[in-house]
Nanobody, 118 residues
Framework: VQLVESGGGLVQPGGSLKLSCDVS????????LGWFREVPGKEREGVAV???????TYIDSVKGRFTISQDDAKNTLYLQMNSLKPEDTAIYYC??????????????WGQGTQVTVS
């Protein structure tokens, strides 16, 4: 299983970014998928997940600003991030879990993409 993120960068507060994650190596729709982020000195946290039944979950701090989605035809996971805040600055990781519902420690990780809001 391979997960390759793209779309990170530097953006001003209030701006938007869209992260993409190309997924390969398994039956795409059978795994739950999600986005996590990590700031130096803090634990990696789950930001948004989408389970195999299509249900989505977000952490409170991004509700109403971030949207997770997937394109089954392209085997791609997205994270649309709007109204970005400096506290959203982190390395964002794409993750895949063999369970139909995302767990705290997914089975597979991407290499991460830096998002800086400043």
């Amino acid at each position: 299983v391979q997960l390759v993120e793209s779309g990170g960068g530097l953006v001003q507060p209030g701006g938007s970014l869209k992260l993409s994650c190309d997924v390969s190596g398994y039956m795409y729709s059978t795994y739950s998928l999600g986005w996590f982020r990590e700031v130096p000195g803090k634990e990696r946290e789950g930001v948004a997940v989408i389970d195999t039944d299509g249900s989505t979950t977000y952490i409170d701090s991004v509700k109403g600003r971030f949207t997770i989605s997937q394109d089954d035809a392209k085997n791609t996971l997205y994270l649309q991030m709007n109204s970005l805040k400096p506290e959203d600055t982190a390395i964002y990781y794409c993750a895949a879990d063999k369970n139909p519902r995302m767990t705290a420690i997914p089975d597979y990780w991407g290499q991460g993409t830096q998002v800086t809001v400043s």
